[in-house]
């Protein structure tokens, strides 16, 4: 807590005042440290932003080493209805003739028969296909199973290749058809089967019993992502009822069957009420204890309950599942699905296309069909190679009763087509239409035979990307010597320090800037380091090559029409005569590139852009060293260390400003006290002569 210092009151004197000017006096040392550490801090800001600009141009250079900068390809067709192509810079100057296309490559595709029974009363995709069982065309076959689908994920730990899904006490999962449960590592799925989860599967292949217990062929990596949608026999859970409750609500309906066990007696649902769509709730002896309606999910009891009990429900759900096998160029892809009947048909077909089957599968009502394609085209084996006529296979196969009774998707075969073309006069195939060959993308458009004029190919080197790219490139360079020039050659004001405190409470916010503006220029005005690089940048530039893959007559930047500009106070700035260097593209572009991105064991033979990346790359070290950076301790660089000396120096004045405040408080003070005491020894003199009198 600061000292409570009232001054003046024997003498009349402000001491308050004469010690604040005082005070006022001994600061102005203060002030300066402190205009010395702004000055400081200004000039590592200037540093670091210089070092932001070089980076920058570092990241040019580094895009400019590539070969794609001065490699670009164009490609012409004579007949783009027919054929297109485009080319990366590794392809080279070359011609291609495709005499011939005899296939377009296509993806397999199947279509269903109606899905509906009635052409005139044809199902709504968007409601439950338990609603619309009426209206299937399989309506009197086709059957729902009764279970409860469940989904669990768990995370591998690297440690382990068993696990344990959590089940409720008394769920058993069914394993009768394993083949119809979906297990998957990272995505990938993986052949299930019902076996001895103590004995060791085969490659690719998990086991799982009743109790839910995992057994895969080798340790889960660590987070691997497991997946596990499985079927139970029928759903348990346990409701707490307290007492009084006359009903409650299942989470989940419809419901295909269901039991209620209280007080150790199960009570089982019977047929449904035509008019009330309630079914009975009776033991074995037909005792009734209540009622519940399997399609809206809600029990009734016949008497509220006299006391609080956890009552046990156990249900099931009508279910289906299939599944879609594709071939492709990855390998054979097997998908299952798990089907609730409360789902509606939009819903199936989404599950299908977000699913790794590979395949689109869309509804389309006016024809009442479904179609699903391969997302790939080709025709493919099973090993991923391409096939011919002899070993057509199953490319998309859907299994299953849902899969062929409601969606009407048989397992006939279908197979997708490859691409059958003749390329200077090589008979060739492919499973795309668009398809890479040394460098360049083809791209098949339309069927042609010999009889069609045949479609020629020119690949060139596309003179007039590579001169964008390295207009580009001398328009950075001009920017950024034009940045650094101007922060090199700023005015510097020498009468313009920082603003003290006292000085910013008497100017405005516009006039402070104004102040500042001036106080930081010229900053790093004639900077060693910023001067440095310029110079080095344009001895880099104008410097010859001297390298064997450059045609000597066009080593220098101005031998391919690239000068300095005649105005001298730019700093070295380039100018392009583009006429001089779109010829030199044309005619030499190998030396061209190598002018720029050759390289050599020595400076002379480096190319433009080797040599300037050294000179930029020192000079940011310099002033990494000058000024650090944001992750720097000021420990790490020059002025950082400056900083912490004029820091120390304020820390010590500033004590040393406290200790003087005080002396010179002690000395009024005690001046103070002094005059009390005179005035008082004159008030008793003057009060003894009067006395006398």
């Not at 660590?222 to 009822?241: F, G, M, N, R, S």
């Not at 590979?358 to 024809?367: E, H, I, K, R």
């Amino acid at each position: 807590m600061a000292n409570l210092r009232i001054g003046g009151l024997a003498s009349g004197m402000d001491i308050d005042q004469i010690v604040g000017d005082l005070m006022k006096a001994e600061r102005m040392p203060l002030n300066k440290l402190k205009q010395q550490k702004q000055i400081l801090q200004w000039q590592r800001d200037d540093y670091r932003s210089m070092n932001s600009l070089l980076l920058n141009f570092r990241t040019e250079l580094t895009n400019m080493k590539m070969t794609t900068q001065y490699r670009a390809r164009s490609v012409t067709s004579t007949n783009s209805e027919l054929l297109t192509a485009t080319a990366s810079s590794a392809a080279s100057q070359a011609s291609y003739t495709i005499n011939s296309v005899s296939s377009l490559a296509s993806a397999a595709t199947k279509v269903s028969g109606g899905i509906s029974a009635s052409k005139l009363d044809k199902i709504d995709p968007a409601q439950s296909l338990l609603s619309q069982r009426s209206k299937l065309a399989d309506a009197g076959t086709f059957q729902w199973s009764k279970g409860a689908i469940g989904s669990q994920t768990l995370k591998g730990d690297g440690n382990l290749d068993r696990f344990k899904l959590t089940l409720n006490p008394g769920e058993v999962i069914d394993t009768s058809n394993a083949e119809n449960i979906s297990i998957k590592v990272n995505g990938k799925t993986l052949n299930v089967v019902a076996g001895d989860t103590n004995t060791q599967p085969p490659a690719d292949t998990v086991f799982i019993d009743t109790a839910g217990n995992l057994k895969y062929n080798s340790i889960i990596p660590k987070d691997a992502t497991i997946k596990v949608d499985y079927i139970l026999q029928e759903k348990i859970d346990t409701k707490p009822l307290a007492a009084g409750t006359t009903d409650f609500q299942m989470g989940t309906m419809p419901l295909s069957s269901f039991k209620l066990e209280k007080g150790g007696t199960v009570y089982t649902a019977g047929p449904a009420d035509p008019v009330t769509g309630k079914s009975s709730l009776v033991d074995g002896g037909g005792n009734s204890i209540g009622s519940i309606n399997l399609e809206t999910g809600k029990v009734e009891f016949d008497a509220a309950l006299t006391a609080d009990e956890n009552v046990k429900v156990s249900y099931t759900q009508n279910y289906s599942t299939f599944n879609i096998t594709t071939q492709t160029s990855k390998g054979s892809i097997k998908e299952n699905f798990l089907i609730s009947a409360t789902e509606s048909l939009n819903q199936v077909i989404n599950k299908v296309n977000i699913s790794n089957a590979g395949v689109t599968m869309f509804y389309d009502s006016y024809s009442d069909q479904i179609s699903i394609t391969r997302n790939e085209t080709g025709d493919y084996l099973t090993n991923g190679s391409l096939s011919d006529d002899t070993y057509k296979i199953n490319q998309i196969a859907a299994g299953g009763l849902f899969a062929s009774s409601v969606l009407k998707i048989d397992n006939l075969d279908v197979n997708g087509t490859n691409a059958v073309f003749n390329i200077n006069g090589l008979n060739t195939s492919r499973a795309t239409n668009t398809f890479e060959m040394n460098g360049v993308t083809f791209t098949l458009k339309n069927k042609f035979d010999t009889a069609t004029t045949p479609v020629s190919l020119s690949v060139n080197n596309d003179s007039n990307k590579v001169f964008d790219n390295i207009k580009a490139f001398v328009e950075k360079y001009n920017e950024l010597i034009d940045k650094i020039q101007k922060k090199t050659s700023e005015e510097y004001y020498r009468s313009y320090k920082p603003l003290t405190d006292e000085q910013r409470e008497s100017l405005s916010e516009k006039q402070q800037e104004q102040w500042e503006e001036k106080a930081k220029s010229g900053l790093l005005k004639r900077d060693p380091i910023l001067t440095g690089v310029l110079g080095g940048m344009r001895s880099d530039f104008y410097a010859p090559v001297k390298n064997a893959t450059i045609d000597p007559l066009m080593n220098q930047l101005a031998s391919i029409g690239i000068k300095t500009t005649a105005n001298y106070l730019e700093g070295g700035k380039l100018e392009i005569n583009e006429a001089a260097l779109k010829k030199a593209i044309e005619d030499n572009p190998e030396s061209v590139e190598n002018l720029f991105r050759g390289t050599g064991r020595t400076s002379d033979e480096q190319g433009i852009v080797h040599r300037l990346y050294e000179t930029v790359n020192g000079a940011m070290d310099k002033l990494k060293a000058r000024a650090g950076n944001s992750f720097s301790t000021t420990k790490q660089f020059t002025l950082g260390r400056q900083l912490d000396n004029v820091d120390n120096q304020i820390n010590r004045f500033e004590s040393r400003l406290t200790q003087v405040e005080d002396r010179y408080w002690r000395q009024f003070t005690a001046m103070e006290k002094a005059i009390q005491k005179a005035n008082s020894q004159s008030a008793y003199i003057m009060q003894q002569f009067s006395g006398g009198n």
